[in-house]
């Protein structure tokens, strides 16, 4: 038998530490490190991302941090003209007037 065993760098993690920090670990998972799981110094696990797993954008999605797109940002078009537009520079000079 052959076997051909593709590993990324590991970092060993000890069984008591993964069980009181595991939220942080399973973030630190979901961005694509990978762990050794070890019980009394012997390696018996590996937490990891799931192969293919997911791209940038699903994991902002699935961790509520953004939300899933809707429609064609192209179709958008150009914004109406004749509306209320001003230059940003303009629009802070207001702002900071008004504190002050």
Same mark, same amino acid.
């Given at each position: 038998?052959?076997?051909?065993?593709?590993?990324?760098? &590991?970092?060993?993690?000890?069984?008591?530490?993964?069980?009181?920090? +595991?939220?942080?670990?399973? =973030?630190? $998972?979901? *961005? !694509?490190?990978?762990?050794?799981?070890?019980?009394?110094? &012997?390696?018996?696990?590996?937490?990891?991302?799931?192969?293919?797993? +997911?791209?940038?954008?699903? =994991?902002? $999605?699935? *961790? !509520?941090?953004?939300?899933?797109?809707?429609?064609?940002?192209?179709?958008?078009?150009?914004?109406?003209?004749?509306?209320?537009?001003?230059?940003?520079?303009?629009?802070?000079?207001?702002?900071?007037?008004?504190?002050?």
């Amino acid at each position: 038998m052959c076997y051909h065993v593709y590993m990324k760098s &590991r970092r060993r993690l000890g069984v008591r530490a993964m069980r009181q920090n +595991l939220s942080v670990y399973l =973030r630190r $998972v979901g *961005s !694509g490190e990978t762990f050794e799981v070890t019980a009394r110094g &012997r390696p018996v696990a590996v937490l990891g991302p799931i192969e293919g797993g +997911l791209t940038p954008i699903e =994991r902002l $999605v699935s *961790s !509520g941090r953004a939300s899933q797109p809707e429609g064609d940002l192209l179709k958008l078009g150009p914004p109406p003209k004749g509306g209320r537009w001003r230059r940003l520079s303009r629009a802070l000079q207001e702002q900071r007037a008004e504190r002050f």
